[in-house]
C-alpha cells in the first residue's frame, strides 16, 4: 500500500513537505507519481520519478515551485512544495505505476500499480 501524508493548511507563498510511504511491494520496481485533485475537477499530474533512469518529470504547473525526491531504502517519495498559491489547493495522491512521462503541461503514469489515500493541501490566500 502507499501512504500519503504532510498535507495541512497553508498560507499563500508558504510550504508543505508531503512524504509517500510504500509497504508491501518492492519500491524502486516502480515509477512513483503525485496527482492532485481539486474540487470539482479531474486528477492532475503533478511530479513522478521514473522507474528506468530515475528521472523527474513536473507538470508545467509545479516547475520551479515542487522538487520531488525519493529514498528507495526507506520506501519513500517527497514532494517539497514551495511558492504554493491558493490554486494548489487539491488532495494530493501518490501513486505507483509501470512509468511515467512528461506530456504537454502534465505528467503521467501508465499501469498504476497502486493509489495512496491522498493528503489534504489547503492554500489561502
Known amino acids: 500500500q502507499l501512504q500519503a501524508s504532510g498535507g495541512g493548511l497553508v498560507q499563500a507563498g508558504g510550504s508543505l513537505r508531503l512524504s509517500c510511504v510504500a509497504s508491501?511491494?518492492?519500491?524502486?520496481?516502480?515509477?512513483i507519481g503525485w496527482f492532485r485533485q481539486a474540487s470539482g475537477k479531474e486528477r492532475e499530474g503533478v511530479s513522478c520519478?521514473?522507474?528506468?533512469?530515475?528521472?523527474?518529470y513536473y507538470a508545467d504547473s509545479a516547475k520551479g515551485r515542487f522538487t520531488m525526491s525519493s529514498d528507495n531504502a526507506k520506501n519513500t517519495a517527497n514532494l517539497e512544495m514551495n511558492s504554493l498559491k491558493p490554486e494548489d489547493t487539491a488532495v494530493y495522491y501518490c501513486?505507483?505505476?509501470?512509468?511515467?512521462?512528461?506530456?504537454?503541461?502534465?505528467?503521467?503514469?501508465?499501469?498504476?500499480?497502486?493509489w495512496g489515500q491522498g493528503t489534504q493541501v489547503t492554500v489561502s490566500s
Open positions: 508491501g511491494f518492492i519500491f524502486d520496481d516502480y515509477a
Open positions: 520519478i521514473s522507474r528506468r533512469d530515475g528521472s523527474t
Open positions: 501513486a505507483a505505476g509501470i512509468e511515467c512521462s512528461y506530456r504537454p503541461y502534465t505528467i503521467v503514469i501508465d499501469s498504476v500499480y497502486r
